[in-house]
């Protein structure tokens, strides 16, 4: 009688072998087949890790393994993104220094990930916090300002007044902070900011050529947001000020009957002794101020603006007066802060007009008798360009303006200050004398210098109070000892800079660092990483399509221009993950449905818990996590077990005969396994595996230890402990480092014997399914005609044969009869 089958003590064990034995750590300088797979950067949040992510870790793992598996040699690398507002924010809550809270969160993930089974090579760990890690993020930094791509500014900029941090445009979600949730202000600070808008073109070009999930590359291409179209300047009446409007339409620009400017728009000020309603336009630019641009811009919402009276604009088109409004739907950061209005063919233009009864001239002949027409068409009312189509007139009308032909793009550029406490500290030093002097390190950047190469890491030092003032300031900022320094060129007095760098940046990067995280004297050895990347396969949240994603590829992209990689897209392959809910709600502490991996794994074993979590859904889409449906993955594991008890140690001579529809069931399976995996549909993969171990059970005497060798190693992805202790102890050669199931060769199928000799044909009269039958698989379309007019079912419903129009036969599948 078998030992009954114990999940805890079995991956007790081989969680202690694995680690001692170090199997799952590649060769990185010399592996032959290199494979990548990597999960999206965790972050390490005081509960620990969920289920959610539990889901996303092994689901990653079951794709890893399964290429190590095929050949290759798998890199499946681990660490943490533990800076950042998160981490702060929870330190904060509990009345816990960052630096104390650090190692209590470390450990307890590194425990539950090392609970999933996951093969990951630890050797490679690595922690955003660590200064070995973020030297190697200032050094990121000092590149992009000696290069250009760095730059500080004065700015109106996301404010999160809980947070009292700046956010990047990516990090507001429908007005609020996508960390706390709450309202987001603007407010003007100066800041640093990378460009990634000099890439724009190129972020947007490449996407097309990307593996990547399609709603992803669609977030981006939106986010990029690229505009073809025109910037034209409106003469302000009687003086030398003109307001540029940037257009997609400039063929309807005979049509433009007023302007609109952004509240905040520095040309208000500028013209406010001219403007006669000045207290009425101060007070209305007042109340705009404290709106967030999400319930500025949004879809239905009534239009308000005032119009400045005794500012009048010209036309370039048509040299007639129009009004000046202004109205807080236009925004200053986004194009030019001012836009021409085109009542007749703007659905947004047409609402204000009607509101405070402005003219809406007809442009554009849209062949329909409705006022407002958006489209391109035949010009009208345009002056000598009327008649000609929109395609032409917008550059015919662009030259006649003395316009520009312009591309704009809604991407931003980045962000990078935050002022907080736990991040890297930005490795600048600003020197007065030196500003006032006219030196720097670019000309552009009078006062500023990086920190030397040599003296990185800028550490981060302990402050008892790292509570955010709310000032624009970081609490390094009243850290004296910190931020007073002498000048790297004249040595006189100067500071250093107090702000930390966004979190993303230290995210951006972190793949380039693994495979090098051994090598002190380089950010990444250009050997290892051109071998090893870009990453083969990268798996993560939608959520970050515009974040981290977008970061990661911008940066990608520099370090390819300046030669330090080899590639200029850091992910082959992306695939984002599905949501896992909890009584259909998302999982929240609110909510009180937060399922905690802890108590599962130990209850029902990880190996279970990885299946149960992968059969749920498709690996693309989310599913509904129900305690019921555990207990039907715990069964099946049972029944392995004990079928491969039973059947492992079987000599030769007890086998019978092998049974056709058994070794027919054993290759459709493996090739089943196989495409699903590849394709992450790990549900139906399980589902061709429960059918295997059933048709098993149904004919034992016909299953030879081949079978159950076979069974095992497609199972070997989904419950890696039990397939380990099982291939132990019945297959393995004890003598070779490769006696692990999992550094054992994938099975490979004979297509020879997936081909049925006999299929199901479904048939049809008039499109309505009315029989089926069993054939051979290679009966012609005559015998398969016959056999269905032979059918009781069909004679029914075609009493006269005469009356057949057609007679359609999809080979193998459907015979369809059309009648008269």
């Known amino acids: 009688m078998s030992m009954k089958y114990n999940p805890g003590k079995i991956e007790s064990k081989w969680k202690k072998l694995w680690l001692k034995k170090k199997i799952y750590e590649p060769d990185l300088k010399n592996a032959e087949r290199p494979f990548y797979t990597l999960m999206m950067f965790p972050y390490p949040s005081a509960e620990g890790l969920h289920i959610g992510g539990v889901r996303t870790f092994t689901g990653v793992d079951i794709y890893g393994r399964f290429k190590r598996m095929q050949g290759y040699d798998v ?22 220094h960052p630096t104390r809270l650090v190692p209590i969160t470390e450990k307890n993930f590194y425990r539950q990930l090392v609970a999933t089974g996951n093969a990951f090579s630890w050797d490679e760990a690595l922690e955003t916090y660590d200064p070995d890690y973020y030297r190697w993020t200032q050094w990121i930094f000092i590149q992009m300002f000696k290069r250009g791509l760095a730059y500080r500014k004065k700015a109106k900029v996301n404010w999160c007044p809980s947070c009292l941090t700046v956010l990047a445009d990516e990090q507001v979600v429908s007005g609020e902070c996508e960390r706390c949730g709450s309202p987001t202000i603007k407010k003007d600070l100066e800041q640093w900011f990378f460009k990634i808008t000099d890439y724009a073109e190129r972020l947007l070009n490449n ?12 977030a981006q291409e939106h986010w990029i947001g690229r505009s073809e179209g025109a910037l034209i300047k409106f003469p302000i009446l009687d003086s030398q000020i003109s307001i540029e409007v940037f257009t997609t339409r400039p063929d309807t620009l005979f049509g433009a009957t007023y302007m609109v400017v952004a509240p905040e728009h520095p040309l208000v000020e500028t013209l406010k002794n001219r403007i006669q309603n000045w207290k009425e336009a101060e007070k209305y630019i007042s109340a705009a101020a404290k709106r967030s641009e999400i319930e500025r811009t949004a879809e239905g919402k009534e239009k308000t603006g005032v119009e400045l009276k005794g500012v009048r604009a010209i036309n370039p088109a048509n040299k007639e007066e129009i009004p000046v409004y202004i109205a807080d739907y236009v925004l200053f950061g986004y194009g030019t802060g001012a836009v021409m209005a085109v009542p007749a063919h703007d659905a947004r233009d047409y609402a204000f007009a009607k509101k405070f009864n402005i003219p809406a001239p007809v442009v554009i002949d849209g062949g329909q008798e409705e006022m407002l027409y958006v489209g391109a068409g035949r010009l009208i009312n345009s002056g000598k360009f009327s008649s000609m189509q929109s395609d032409e007139a917008k550059r015919a009308i662009t030259e006649f303006v003395g316009g520009t032909l312009k591309v704009q793009y809604r991407l931003r550029d980045w962000l990078i200050s935050r002022q907080r406490y736990w991040g890297p500290p930005i490795p ?19 006062g500023w210098y990086t920190v030397p190469e040599s003296e990185l890491p800028v550490r981060l030092p302990f402050v008892k109070d790292f509570r955010p003032k709310g000032t624009g300031e970081s609490p390094l900022a009243s850290v004296k000892s910190f931020y007073e320094i002498p000048c790297p060129k004249c040595h006189k007095p100067a500071r250093r800079e107090t702000d930390v760098s966004d979190t993303f940046l230290d995210s951006a990067w972190y793949f380039l660092r693994y495979p090098s995280v051994s090598d002190s004297r380089q950010a990444w050895n250009s050997g290892i990483t051109n071998r090893w990347l870009p990453v083969h396969m990268y798996i993560g949240g939608a959520e970050h399509a515009v974040l981290h994603l977008l970061y990661a590829r911008f940066l990608t992209m520099v370090f390819y221009d300046w030669k330090l990689v080899g590639f200029e897209e850091p992910f082959t392959t992306f695939r984002a993950h599905g949501l896992i809910t909890k009584g259909g709600a998302k999982m929240s502490k609110s909510k009180g449905n937060v399922v905690n991996p802890d108590d599962y794994f130990k209850r029902y074993g990880a190996d279970t818990m990885r299946m149960y979590l992968a059969f749920l859904a498709p690996f693309a889409e989310g599913g509904d996590f129900q305690d019921s449906g555990i207990a039907g993955i715990t069964r099946f594991l049972n029944r392995v077990w004990e079928f491969s008890n039973a059947h492992a140690k079987k000599t030769s001579s007890e086998f019978s005969p092998g049974d056709e529809k058994v070794i027919k069931s054993v290759h459709k399976a493996v090739k089943k396994v196989t495409e699903d995996i590849a394709e992450l549909h790990y549900n139906t993969a399980i589902s061709a595996l429960m059918v295997l171990l059933n048709e098993f059970e149904a004919k034992p005497a016909a299953v030879n230890r081949e079978d159950v060798g076979i069974f095992l190693k497609l199972l070997a992805p989904f419950a890696p402990f039990i397939t380990e202790e099982l291939w132990q102890k019945f297959f393995a050669d004890k003598k070779s480092r490769s006696h692990s199931i999992h550094l054992e060769s994938w099975p490979a199928f004979d297509k020879k014997l997936i081909v049925d000799e006999t299929v199901v044909v479904v048939v049809q009269v008039n499109g309505v399914m009315r029989d089926k039958f069993e054939i051979k698989n290679d009966a012609s379309e005559e015998e398969v005609r016959t056999k269905v007019l032979s059918l009781e079912k069909v004679k029914h419903y075609v009493p006269d044969v005469s009356k057949i129009k057609k007679f359609i036969y999809i080979k193998n599948k459907i015979a369809n009869i059309v009648l008269q």
């Open 75 to 96: 890199f499946e690398p681990i660490g943490l993104d533990g800076f950042g507002i998160h981490s702060e924010n929870y330190a904060l809550k509990i009345g816990k």
């Open 207 to 218: 996407l097309p050529k990307l593996d990547w999930s399609e709603n992803i590359k669609i």
């Open 428 to 446: 600048m030093i600003f020197c007065g004398v030196c500003e006032k002097a006219g030196m720097g390190e670019r000309k552009d950047a009078l």
